[in-house]
DNA sequence: CCCATAAGCGGACCGTAGTCCGCTTTATTC
DNA sequence: GAATAAAGCGGACTACGGTCCGCTTATGGG
């Protein structure tokens, strides 16, 4: 049949249905306080479907997968960190020098791991996180506006991975917990890796 | 009943027992045999299993999980690789400077990802890779050898766990193939960070 | 208020990773 | 070569992630 005279009949054109809105934040509150009270490791869908009081199959429609109910998780309890280093107050946010907002972001994310590091990782598809993600985007975008800021020269787009790269949640857990190293230290790595990045050869040149 | 005048009644006090060699063999011919006409992806441990004539059992009794196969897999095949960055000709093994070697380490590594980068990425666990693996200390002890020689000062272990960090499988899958980005450049953007971690700032100091 | 439409929903179903436990094989000792 | 103890083995079984498809409900227009 051709076209009617009805040409967007669509619940809501921009947003979700309501039913689905009011799920959505089900399901979320339901997994958030699976996590919290017997770990990311001991979530299984199942669970976190009956105690939303759905169905299965809403889990999966909404999250695609375990890893994307994971980063919609993540990207819950991750939203004020975004806020924090897009628009919140310096040195993390705009207003300082670039070299020291790269410091106060590694910093930031490091000391982050405690909050939901775990979720982080649990949202990595099998065979290492998931690059494409939005907020992966955003994280290397940002840094490499920073790293632009600071002059710093050639292929920003690898350099921003290379950084990321050493933030990876699992990476950082692994090194934290496993080898037991204490966040100053890594936060220190992470001065020298962008004082090497950026120039600043001594690390005192750009240092506190 | 205490025990007898028998001590070590151990089947072989090193090794593991002749049947066990036999079916470990068998097993990852199996899986390799599958990986190669079929790719990683498409490899079940049920298949693996009864490929090879065995029980299922059988696969992870020796192997422990899908992940600890695919790790056994690909030290197999990356043995050549360890071996010419161990003890092989210049510039990636000894003999030429350290400088050198770390660039033609980087090099390695990524136009290694055709041969088995898809088996490497299956090696690493839910939740990123596995970093406490044997293949991973080593290659961290190498890059930590070479940056030694270099002279770089300060937190070694870091400053190799950051290298590797980049030479993840993972990763380079996607820069290279989601990204479409060339391998020159990514392999350009190693020696950019590497240079930056030893000091050779322009690029141009050690270049070859 | 009723209809048409499409989005949403649920839970039975499927495939695969990983476990378990009784049986078999290997190696060792006398 | 018989006894014995430990390691190995196999495949039924479980748990969980993910799919499918017929039913329900929200929504917007007549």
Redesign the pocket.
Known sequence: ?EQ???P??????DG?????A???KLLLDAAAGIVACRGVE??????V?HQA??????????F??????MQALADRTGRDFQEAFMSGPPPLGPGAPAGQRLRAFGAASINRLDVDGRVVRAAG??GGQDHAHPTQRLVRLHLIVLLRETGVQGDLELAAYQLAAFLDAGLLLHLSEDRGMARSRLIEAWNVLVDGMTGAQGGQLLDE
Do not use: Q, Y
Request: charged letters at 35%.
């Open positions: 049949m009617r005279g009805r967007l009949p669509l619940g809501r054109n979700e249905r309501r039913d689905a009011r799920n959505r001991n979530l299984t869908m199942d669970d479907a009081g759905v169905g299965k199959g809403t889990v999966f429609r909404r695609g997968s375990r890893a994307g109910l598809s099998p």
